[in-house]
């Protein structure tokens, strides 16, 4: 006996991910976070993405790097990254792996605007991460130090007072 059965339509094709809404959803969610930490509404997504500042003819003092528009005196320049699920401790050694890219992309816009790189990372379902310049903050134990640079859960370092996050000039 010969099963005739055509079992690929009970299959549901995978649905398409928006990779740009997907992207700019987590930025939202990272402006939120940090706006409740600063009980401010300072913060919020760049217009367009984060090469705003890099594709428009804007005089410096208007000029917007990263992903999030940062309160003055704010000391980090920020890089969110949605997805990338692939990414995994092997790619902290692969110097060209996306995770690399990001440190490279954001280092870029760092110099531009004279603050700290500040990539904010999240793989579905899990926490959201941060990757910045080792010893900047005074936390115990990093989750990982690699390079010149230390990843922590974003949980830990929103704990950390705002001297680590603005810089006052007196």
Known sequence: ???DYDLTKLKKPKKKVNSRRKGGNF????????NDRFNTEEFSKTP???AYATTHSLPEHLKIY????????FKY???????????????????????WKFIRQCEKDSKKSGRIPLIIHQQDRQPILAITKKDIFV????KLDFNSYSLYYLEDLLKQGNEYWFSYST
């Open 1 to 3: 006996m010969n099963d």
């Open 66 to 73: 990263g992903d999030v528009i940062t309160p003055l005196h």
């Open 77 to 99: 320049c920020i890089e969110c990254k949605k997805g990338y699920n692939k990414e995994n401790i092997n790619s902290i050694l692969n110097y060209s792996s996306d995770f």
């Open 27 to 34: 930025v939202r969610k990272v402006c939120s976070l940090l």
């Open 139 to 142: 936390i115990e134990n990093p």
């Open 48 to 50: 367009g993405s984060g």
